[in-house]
C-alpha cells in the first residue's frame, strides 16, 4: 500500500505568484515526514501538490513532476480524483460532515467515489476504519449518531479513520493536532507511529516536539522575504534536522533563535 514519493523540479503558483521554488524530495514509503518552516513559508501549499488538491483553487497551478511510485501524478491523462484516493489528506480544523452520523462519515469518501458497497462490506470498513484510527471503541455504541457530536480529538480521528476508509497509500496531515488538546495530541501521534507501518506520511507542524517525536525525517522550508517564493533549504533524518543541521537558518529556526 504505501508509496514512494519523488518531487522534481517542482514550482508552485497561484496565477503568477511563484508562492514555492524548486523543490525536489524523496519521501519513502513507510516513513513519517515532517514539514516545518515560518508561517508563509509554503508548507500547506507544497502538501497539497502532493495529491493535486492544490488546482482546485483558480489559476493556481504548478511547474514540474511529483511521481507516486515512479507514475507523474501531473501526467497527461491522470485523473485528480483517482490521485486524491490514492493520497488522502487530513485538515488542520477537523471537519466531519456536521449532518452525517459517524457511520456515514467514515464511508462518505467510499461513496464519493461511487462504489455501491453491502451493509456487510460498509460495516467491515467502518470498523476497521475506525479500529484504525483508534476511535473504535469510543464510538462503537453510537455509530448513528452525529459525527459533530464528538469531541475535537475524536473528530480528528474521524477524519483520519474517514481518509484511510479509502485505503489510500499516502497520508498528508497539514497540522492535524493544532485544535487539540495535549492529551488529544498524543493520541494523534501514538496513532501516526501506527499508521507508519502501512502508509506514506507527511505531517506539516509547527510544535518542534512533535516532528521530533513522530517523524523520521524532517523538512525545513524558508521564505527570503514577502512575495519570495517558499524554498527547501534542508532535508534530512530528524535527529540530524535538530541536532546537527548544516544550514544556520535551520539551526536558527529549530532552535527558536528566528525573526
Ligand atoms: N489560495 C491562495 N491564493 C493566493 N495565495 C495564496 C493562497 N493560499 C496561500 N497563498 C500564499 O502562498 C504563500 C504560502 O502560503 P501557505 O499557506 O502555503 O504557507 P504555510 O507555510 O502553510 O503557512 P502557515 O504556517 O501559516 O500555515 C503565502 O504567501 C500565502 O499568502
Ligand atoms: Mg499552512
Known sequence: MSKRIEVNNLDVYYDKFKAVE??????EPRTVTAFIGPSGCGKSTFLRTLNRMHEVIPKAWVDGEVLLDGNNLYGPGVDPVLVRRQVGMVFQRPN?????????????????????????????????????????NEV?????????????????????????AVKPDVL?????CSALDPI????????????KQDYTIVIVTHNMQQASRVSDRTAFFNIAGTGKPGKLI????????????????????VSGRFG
Request: hydrophobic letters at 35%; glycine letters at 6%.
Open 140 to 164: 462503537k455504541d453510537r455509530l448513528n449518531l452525529p459525527g459533530s457530536g464528538l469531541s475535537g480529538g475524536q473528530q480528528q480521528r474521524l477524519c483520519i479513520a474517514r481518509a484511510i
Open 22 to 27: 524548486d523543490v525536489n524530495m524523496v519521501i
Open 234 to 253: 534542508e532535508y534530512d533524518d530528524t535527529t540530524t534536522i535538530f541536532e546537527n543541521p548544516s544550514q544556520k537558518d535551520t539551526e536558527d529556526y
Open 96 to 136: 466531519p460532515f456536521p449532518t452525517m452520523s459517524i457511520r456515514e462519515n467514515v464511508l462518505a469518501g467510499l461513496k464519493l467515489n461511487n462504489r455501491s458497497l453491502s451493509r456487510s462490506e460498509a460495516d467491515e470498513v467502518v470498523e476497521r476504519s475506525l479500529q484504525g484510527a483508534n476511535l473504535w
Open 172 to 176: 498528508l496531515m497539514d497540522e492535524p
Open 184 to 195: 488529544s495530541t498524543l493520541a494523534i501521534e501514538d496513532l501516526i507511529a501506527e499508521l
